[in-house]
């Protein structure tokens, strides 16, 4: 992966980082179904009038919506709606990256090289060891929530898949695309939930300072998360193996965890930074390039141990 490449996917993981605050502003005020909906509809009426259709089949069309846009969020919205606190969710929603690697290798077939096997564990080590610092603290995520955002994680690597298959001449178009399939089922979700009463009660009171910061949470999240950063990572899931880029993912937790210390207090014990470089490190090991050697007539030229050293 170039660098440029590896650069935007870093620009990826803060914007997907600082969403989960963003997110937990919107859930104050609006109930998880209808924010969905809302947050793909002001996407997707923009994208039916005025953006070209993807020269892509529908079928991946509806099928990275309904993996990246409905399982995600619906079950990541409902889990931190239910009590998962918000530097816990930025983590266990990276399970998709490893559920992304494994997937590709069972059912695409895509190799996984070494040093990206050795990155991705240092990585889930560093996950697990946040995640089980957490699971001790006050206030812990129980285990409802935890196996929700799981399966949000599950969601976005059949959303990632989808996405990698399409193959798309114009990635950005796909991705606008996308946001059409959520809003309809998610509405009508919603009505049959939540009901006409909640919605109607979210809608009517955001002229208080909650309902301000509730849209201004919606508006980072449909700018900048879903059209900024949704669309970098639909280009660099086009033009890289799965394997590749789903790593960068596990660096969102690490900017989760800090942003939600930063705006709502949420505590960072030196574990959690300690494994959250673990982390970093193994991102950034396993997108390392493999080493290239020095072409000898046509061949690779060996490298000795004392050239090496």
């Known amino acids: 992966m170039p660098v440029r490449d590896r650069l935007l996917a870093l620009v990826v ?39 070209p259709r993807p020269g892509v089949p529908w079928r991946w069309v509806v099928g990275y919506g309904l993996g990246f846009g409905v399982l995600q ?32 290798g069972l059912l695409l077939r895509e190799r996984l090289t070494g040093r990206q096997a050795a990155g991705v564990a240092l990585a889930v080590a560093g996950l697990a060891g946040i995640a089980v610092h957490r699971a ?60 006409p009463a909640r919605i109607g009660a979210s809608l009517t009171t955001l002229g208080t300072q909650r309902g301000l910061l509730a849209l201004a949470g919606l508006l980072f999240t ?18 890289h193996p799965s394997g590749t880029v789903a790593p960068f993912s596990m660096l969102v937790p ?24 673990l982390v970093v490190a193994g991102v950034l090991y396993g997108s390392r390039p493999p080493r290239a050697y020095p072409v000898v007539d046509g061949a690779p030229a060996q490298v000795t141990r004392s050239a090496a050293a």
């Open 136 to 195: 001790g603290l006050d206030g812990g995520a129980t285990l409802l929530p935890v196996l929700l955002t799981l399966c949000g994680g599950l969601g976005w690597a059949l959303g990632n898949l989808c996405n990698r298959q399409a193959r798309p001449a114009r990635p950005f178009r796909l991705m606008l695309w996308m946001t059409v399939v959520p809003p309809l089922p998610m509405l009508a979700l919603s009505l049959a939930t939540e009901g």
């Open 222 to 239: 449909v700018v900048v998360a879903t059209l900024l950063g949704s669309g970098i990572w639909t280009a660099l899931m086009s033009r």
């Open 73 to 104: 969020f619906v079950f990541l919205y409902v889990a931190m709606d239910t009590g998962m606190p918000t530097g816990l969710a930025s983590l266990v929603l990276q399970s998709s990256a490893p559920f992304t690697v494994v997937l590709a």
């Open 13 to 51: 993981a803060v914007v997907w980082g600082l969403n989960f605050p963003a997110i937990h502003l919107s859930l104050e005020q609006f109930p998880p179904f209808f924010l969905v909906a809302l947050r793909f509809a002001l996407v997707a009426v923009p994208t039916l009038l005025f953006v």
């Open 254 to 277: 690490v900017v989760g965890t800090a942003s939600s210390w930063l705006f709502f207090g949420e505590r960072l014990p030196l574990v959690e930074v300690a494994c959250g470089a």
